[in-house]
């Protein structure tokens, strides 16, 4: 979906925000999940199971209907022409409308250069962590798996930068039952969440979060070990690029017995136009604009691993909503 869409008015154009605020509470709520494996959903006992007000579930309903994610004829709802594409991509939904509203509420203030100082933004992090858990789903995870299954060496421990909900770590402790994992992340809700899902999943005992900024984070014994490093959907966080190759040399001392270092990111669009932009390049970039967060391209990126200390053994260029890449590096 695109914005040269047929039903490009004004009107459509301001019911597909509303609409967007119901898709990510129709995720959340279980709405979408109800409609793709039943095929319809009646409000009255959709709102009666899962106790709520039942005008105000008509209301998210409508919203979707608008936009024709769903068709509704009174409270008898059926999937709509873009419910496939939307349930694919709810996740991208959730980050806009859950995790990152704040930002786009304040965009006045927040472009105005007398109030861009010190921590000047604020986003959910639990909500981006349960977004970018399902957006890693479908943009990297296929990819990741391959360069995890190719790796020549068996991984007795890993170390996730940025982990957010901690399902990567998860997910690579269930298949790699003798290893453990260390997560660091420096957001506190996101680290509650993959809390959770470590206990949930029964790994807590094999899990250590630990809270700190990646890049200026100090030597720890946990780190020592571990021969597998990750980082997927905050490498942008170590830009610009004098900082990116400071923190890349400082993870290379930090982790002196990691023997592969998987770096997967979204990267800035090039010479993509305004109208032809697909769902989450916009959000994305413009996003992290307003944040004064530097989204370097695949180019900028290569352009720092030696200088950095590693050396660039594989890209894989995947591309599906934002320029998304895994580099596979090693130490030089
Ligand atoms: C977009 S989420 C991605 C989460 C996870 N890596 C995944 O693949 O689902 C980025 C995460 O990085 C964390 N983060 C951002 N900057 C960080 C930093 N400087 N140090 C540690 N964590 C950071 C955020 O709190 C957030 O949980």
Redesign the pocket.
């Known amino acids: 979906m695109t914005t040269g869409d047929p039903g490009n008015t004004v009107a459509y154009i301001y019911n597909s925000a509303v609409a967007a605020s119901a898709v990510s509470a129709a995720w959340e709520l279980g709405a979408l999940d109800q409609l793709d494996q039943r095929g319809s959903l009646d409000v009255h006992e959709f709102a009666a199971d899962h106790r709520l007000d039942v005008p105000a579930t008509l209301g998210l309903f409508r919203a979707l209907a608008s936009v024709d994610i769903v068709h509704r004829e009174d409270a008898k709802v059926v999937p709509g022409p873009h419910f496939a594409e939307t349930l694919r991509t709810r996740s991208f939904f959730h980050w806009l409308t859950r995790g990152s509203a704040e930002l786009f509420r304040r965009m006045p203030e927040l472009l105005r250069e007398e109030n861009r100082v010190g921590d000047f933004h604020r986003r959910d ?1 639990a909500a ?2 349960r977004a ?2 399902e ?2 789903a479908f943009c ?1 995870d296929p990819w990741f798996w391959e360069a995890v299954d190719g790796l020549d060496f068996a991984v007795s421990a890993v170390a ?6 901690g ?2 770590l998860i997910k690579l402790l269930e298949r790699r039952p003798g290893a453990r994992a260390v997560g ?4 506190r809700p ?1 680290l509650d969440v993959a809390q959770e899902a470590a206990a949930a999943a029964g790994l807590a005992d094999r899990v250590t979060l630990l809270e ?4 200026t984070m100090e030597a720890r014994p946990e780190l020592a070990g571990v021969d597998l490093l990750t ?4 490498g942008h ?1 170590f830009w610009p690029r004098d900082r990116c190759v400071d923190t890349l040399r400082r993870l290379r001392a930090l982790f002196p017995d990691a023997r592969r270092f998987l770096l997967g990111d979204a990267t800035r669009t090039v010479g993509v136009a305004d109208r032809d932009l697909p769902a989450f390049a916009l959000a994305f970039e413009c996003g992290h604009d307003i944040m004064g967060t530097f989204i370097p391209t695949a180019g900028d990126w290569e352009s720092v691993f030696e200088e950095g200390g590693w050396r660039l053994l594989r890209k894989h260029s995947i591309d599906i909503a934002v320029g998304e890449v895994i580099f596979e590096l090693e130490r030089l």
Not at 184 to 187: N, P, Q, R, S
Not at 212 to 215: I, K, L, M, T
Not at 231 to 234: D, P, Q
């Open positions: 992090s981006i962590a970018c858990r957006i890693s990297y996730d930068l940025g982990c957010g909900s399902d990567r660091v992340d420096i957001a996101a700190a900024d990646v890049r980082c997927f959907m905050m966080d």
